[in-house]
């Protein structure tokens, strides 16, 4: 029997082939840094130096506490809800406290905002008098007319 020849192995990879390829993709980054650097403007935008940077009316007033100042602000607010005073004096505008305000709601409920008398609902069964007397224009409540309630039928 006779043996197959075998040639030797040749390399795959050209150490020449791949520098060349390392160079143009370095030359390749540092273009397009150069190119993305001319089309976006990414320097620093800070004041400059001297008179232009000094604050004056123009500029914002940054805050040099901001955590006292919440602090303060809340105390203020906190204190504006627990005591009298006056919101508008010369509208007769009051403050009163809201523990007064809650507990003076629970026991009137709220107040008719729009300057009417608001008469007490009748009683009807499936509340058609509650609902006629809050919200007339409501399908509903033109159900409740149709459906035959005596006094109520006329509104």
Do not use: H
């Amino acid at each position: 029997m006779s043996e197959a020849r075998r040639t030797p192995e040749t390399r795959d990879v050209w150490p020449a082939w791949l520098l060349g390829f390392a160079a143009a993709l370095v030359v390749f980054l540092a273009l397009t840094l150069l190119v993305l650097g001319a089309v976006f403007d990414a320097r620093p935008r800070w004041p400059a130096p001297g008179a232009a940077g000094r604050p004056n009316a123009a500029s914002p007033a940054l805050q040099a506490q901001p955590r006292e100042d919440l602090a303060a602000y809340r105390r203020r607010k906190q204190a504006e809800l627990e005591t009298l005073g006056w919101q508008n004096r010369a509208a007769g505008i009051a403050r009163i406290p809201i523990e007064d305000a809650m507990r003076i709601v629970a026991e009137r409920g709220l107040p008719d905002w729009r300057g009417e008398a608001q008469a007490a609902p009748t009683t009807q069964a499936g509340g058609c008098g509650l609902l006629l007397d809050a919200v007339p224009r409501a399908p509903q409540a033109e159900a409740c007319r149709q459906a035959g309630s005596g006094g109520e039928a006329g509104r």
